[in-house]
Structures are given as C-alpha cells and as structure tokens.
C-alpha cells in the first residue's frame, strides 16, 4: 500500500506536533510507500520509505505560494498513492478532493476537537472516514467516524524511577491558551499545601495566548506564588517521559471538550491524574471545577506514587500501534 499524508508539521522537536513523527514511522512500517506533503518541515530521521514534501512554511513562503507547492505536490504523488490520509486539517481535505477524485483515490481525516465547523461538515461529506481518539474527540454526528483510540506511544512513555524531593511536584502541560485555565490550575495550586509547587509546561503560540500568559504571570505575582508556580517553556518528545515521571500528580483543567494527549502520555507513565475535564469521564474520576475540591483532592493524593493501573488504561485503549493497524486496515 502506498499512502500520501498531508499534515501541518513534521518536526520531532516540536512541542506540539513532535509527537506525529513517531506516527509516521508506524504508518511506514505498514506501507510500501509513505508520500508526506507538509506547511513546515523541520528536524526528521524516517524511514527509507518515507518522501517528504515541504510546502516551504519553515522558508517563510508565503500563502499563494505553499497553495502552487499543495497542488504541485498533490498532482505528483496522487498517481501513486492508494489512499490520502490528512491529519487534523479539514480544510485540506476540501482542496484535496477534487485531484483525488480525478485519481479515484479516496481521502480519510483524522481530527480530535470539539469544534465542529463548516470546514468539517464540508470535509465529512467528501472523506470516506473520520478517525478520532474518543467519542469526545469528534462531536460531529456521522456514520463515517470511526473512534480509534489516541494513538500514545506506550513504550516512550513509560515508568521510571526518578529522584525524589521533599516538595508534592505538580504538572500541567499544554499550549498556553484560556481553553486549557491554567488560571484554575493555579488557583487551586495557591490553596494547597504549602510544600506544592507546580510546574508548567508549554508556550503560547498566537497574540491571544501570549496575553493569556502574561495575565498568568501577573496572577502568580498577586498571588505570591513566584516559588511555587513554574513556567518551564516548551519542552519537547524526547524530554517529556523524564518530566513526567519527576512529578508526582499532573493537574488538568482543560475545556477543549477532548481528550488532551498529555493526560494519556501521563497515564502511560503510571503519573496519578487529577482532572476536572469530562472528556475524561469513561477513563478517569472527574472533580467538579471548584478549586476547593481539587485542592483537598491533591492534599489527599500526595504521596501515592505511581499508578500502573492507568499506564494499563493506556495500553488497553489509547497505544499507537494499534491505533495505527485500526485505520490502516479501514483504508485498505
């Protein structure tokens, strides 16, 4: 089977999107062909197997200029590609449509938000399917979504033993922006234990997000809570099992209304979870979204250690190699 993938980034290290790298060696050790057509190229080692296509983002190219780069690309590999996976960009499923139909090759999404706009409902009629990580991941309502787990790499991201502080180190990591409240996460963190310090991992991407931070930061100075609340920046797949498994509860507060991938990452690290998301609710306990509550929960949590049972959760549910067998086996 040869594949054409078309997807925002390939970069492994990045913070965000590193993680669809290791995805990309799993997809090319059950293609003949793997044809990646991306906005930006980065730092990459793949398969022999694997050809990538840049549309020149990371060259500062411009919009008019990466749609020829699209569209060149796309005509190219079409011919020799069985089927066209497009990873979380409905849009280019819609611009992707019409050479693949003169091709007669038909095109499958993946996408995990809880925003279902037009661009989706558009990309739903022409995909042949729709694969998501959970129920939750896709809240539009169509026969065609297929729920394939998250996709975690199991095998990263696991257990180890790490040194050991006398303070209760929290974590929450993700792109800093309001739909993730780390307001919340660092209210709760100002009436816990004096002993809990929290790290934050992530950056902001857009001018929205990069006022959201300073608002955070202002908040932890008001607060008084400049040694207990850390902002360590991005941090990439490579670093993140070891922070990870240096903590010892992660906090979550997101309202994305999908199942965040850093929470699964924890779990699969054995990193006990303390969430107040109901995109979680089949996995995890839920707390309501009042800071008092979650502030006992982390009182009462401290000091449990690791729990395999969720590193199970994980590998039951969620592992990226059956993730990867489940859509290409349904894009055969």
Not at 61 to 86: E, T
Not at 106 to 119: M, N, R
Not at 247 to 265: F, Q, Y
Request: charged share 25%.
């Amino acid at each position: 089977m040869n594949l054409l993938i078309l997807t925002q980034k390939v970069d492994k290290d990045d913070d965000n999107l590193g993680f669809f790298h290791r995805w990309l060696d799993e997809l090319a050790e059950r293609a003949d062909k793997v044809f990646v057509v991306a906005n930006f190229v980065g730092e990459h080692n793949l398969p022999a197997n694997v050809q990538i296509f840049s549309l020149g983002k990371e060259r500062g190219l411009g919009r008019i200029r990466r749609y020829i780069n699209f569209y060149k690309y796309l005509f190219s590999a079409l011919p020799k590609a069985d089927a066209v996976f497009v990873h979380m960009i409905p849009i280019w499923v819609i611009l992707a449509w019409p050479a693949a139909a003169i091709f007669g090759k038909k095109i499958y999404l993946w996408y995990t938000h809880k925003s279902v706009t037009l661009s989706l409902r558009l990309a739903e009629k022409l995909a042949a399917k729709i694969f998501t990580a959970s129920p939750e991941s896709c809240r539009l309502r169509s026969k065609k979504i297929m729920v394939t787990g998250h996709g975690i790499d199991t095998e990263h991201f696991k257990p180890k033993d790490m040194p050991k502080t006398e303070a209760l180190k929290l974590l929450s990591v993700g792109r800093i922006t309001p739909s993730k409240d780390y307001k919340f996460v660092i209210e709760v963190v100002g009436l816990a234990s004096g002993n809990a310090v929290l790290d934050i991992v992530g950056e902001p991407i857009t001018k929205v997000d990069v006022t959201y931070k300073r608002k955070l930061e202002m908040l932890v100075l008001e607060k008084n809570l400049r040694d207990r609340v850390i902002f360590l920046g991005a941090k990439n797949q490579d670093e993140m099992p070891d922070i990870y498994n240096g903590h010892d509860i992660l906090l979550h507060a997101s309202e994305t209304g999908s199942m965040d991938k850093a929470v699964l990452e924890a779990m699969s690290c054995g990193l006990p979870i303390i969430t107040t998301s109901e995109a979680f609710k089949n996995l995890l306990a839920v707390l309501p979204k009042d800071t008092a509550v979650v502030a006992g929960k982390i009182i009462q949590a401290a000091g449990a250690g690791k729990n395999l049972a969720l590193r199970e959760l994980v590998i039951k549910n969620h592992n990226l190699e059956n993730t990867i067998e489940t859509i290409i086996a349904n894009m055969r």
